[in-house]
């Protein structure tokens, strides 16, 4: 009795820590951030998801960008989702790239689709880059805006998450850097398959 016991919490303990990555999606980004050069002319530096997998090897020596990838959590932010770092063999976060924050969307009745509007909190500023504060605590550095679709099986689970978003956001300035604006665009895609 105690070894069917056992076999059956290490079975549902599996399906539980599978369940748990069920909401991760691989996201594809680009951006372009807007900064002034020494002569104070406006410049701006194209990026994609290597600057983020390299922001999370820079706070975390010893990893390798092959074995990392950029996703979306659904269940992050209490549910608004974030741009997360995670390495790709177990959907373990490394970094929180950004967090969305007091959503609004226009939606359909079966809440597959929707056009949604968030805030977003950049991860790793030091300085309030704005002036508007949700709850008191989190500081509000840009927004996103986009259309999404939602697919759920029988048991109301994310089964897909395309979001098609546009963000911007600020960076405010420090003793090495003037202040910069990023632009950019993400596409959700596929779920992050664990290994």
Known sequence: MNFSRCLAAAFCSLILSAAGH????????STRTYSL??????RFRP???????DLAIEQNPGLVASELDLVYDTAAGGGAGALEVVRKADGSLVLTVMTFVADTEAETNRDTHAYRQTFLSVSGTTVVSGT??????????GSAAGPVHID???????ISYHWDGDFQ?????DPD???????????LGRELKIK
């Open 22 to 29: 069920a909401s991760l999606f691989v996201a594809h980004i």
């Open 37 to 42: 050069n020494d002569k104070g002319e406006l």
């Open 47 to 53: 990026g994609n998801k290597d600057q983020f997998l």
């Open 132 to 141: 508007t504060v949700v709850s008191g605590t989190t500081s509000i550095d």
């Open 152 to 158: 759920y099986d029988s048991h109301a689970n994310i």
């Open 169 to 173: 956001y600020s960076i405010p300035s």
């Open 177 to 187: 850097t003037l202040n910069r604006v990023v632009v950019g665009h993400f596409t």
